[in-house]
């Protein structure tokens, strides 16, 4: 697949904005797992009111890996953050599966970038069990099976039984990245999940989310400001603007895997990508 065809660019400019036209967007949303319209965030600091996001509307269906990719400061987080329902919108609507989403759910578990997401007073094993029995999700053995298979996932069976102080920082982030996977949520919310860890390690957490998605295929969204990364763990992608953060353009980004680095139709979308999130405007389709 040629650079061109592979580099769908859609700009917002061509959505649907006029009265009469909302019906039919509407109903086109009704099929999405998450559907966002209008979304506005801004929070509050001792100065001021910062608006981090602005008027952001996307759909994301069952089995995506949708993306959110755009600059430090563009709202991304913020964004899954009100996915997840820990931020209530200042202005439009945030969906799942028809209804409103309102606070925090088991529906939609995060990974976040920090690393003492753990409680200190648990094992790995416990740490991953915990919110599967909390959430009533299995009783205890299927709980303590399931924790082993993801802990293993992300390479630290050897490390089931000690405690988060024992850990490096990467470490511990790969304990929250695989108490997340077990609960295998409607919808999985990653804020850059695997920023913190080395090179390759990063590059094997990302193979092996691609294979969990390709066993299970549960729905992710997840957010980095890794151009390469969105392409190889996306199959849309949105770009934000700078802050505050508005939809640039939807990018679909599924001719694109792990085997298609260093080709020069991976370069060159990586290039045009880089092009759409700093340049001023952009209007029309790219194809």
Partial sequence: ?????????????????????????????????LSIRGL?????????????????????????????????????????????????????????????????????V?????FDQLPPWKTVTEN?????LASRTLKRREAEE???HYIDKVGLSQFAKVYPHELSGGMKQRVAIARALAMQPRILLMDEPFAALDALTRRKMQEELLALWEDVGFT????????EEALLVGNRIALLSPHPGRIRAEINSHAWDLGSLGCAGFQTASARIHALLFEQEHTGTVQ
């Fill in 128 to 132: 991953v069990v915990f919110p599967l």
């Fill in 220 to 227: 992710l969204l997840f957010v980095t400001h890794s151009i």
């Fill in 40 to 108: 506005t965030l801004e929070y509050r600091t001792p100065e001021r009111v910062v608006r981090a996001t602005h008027r952001v509307s996307i759909d994301v269906f069952r089995g995506d890996r949708f993306v959110l990719l755009g600059p430090s400061g563009c709202g991304k987080s913020t964004l899954l953050k009100a996915v997840a329902g820990f931020i209530e919108p200042t202005e439009g609507a945030i969906h799942l599966e028809g209804r409103p989403a309102r606070g925090p759910g088991p529906d939609r």
């Fill in 1 to 33: 697949m040629s650079a061109s065809a592979a580099l769908r660019i859609q700009s917002p400019a061509a959505w649907p904005v006029r009265e009469k036209e909302r019906t039919a967007a509407e109903a086109a949303s009704l099929a999405a797992l």
């Fill in 146 to 148: 399931r924790a082993a």
């Fill in 110 to 114: 995060v990974v976040f970038q920090e």
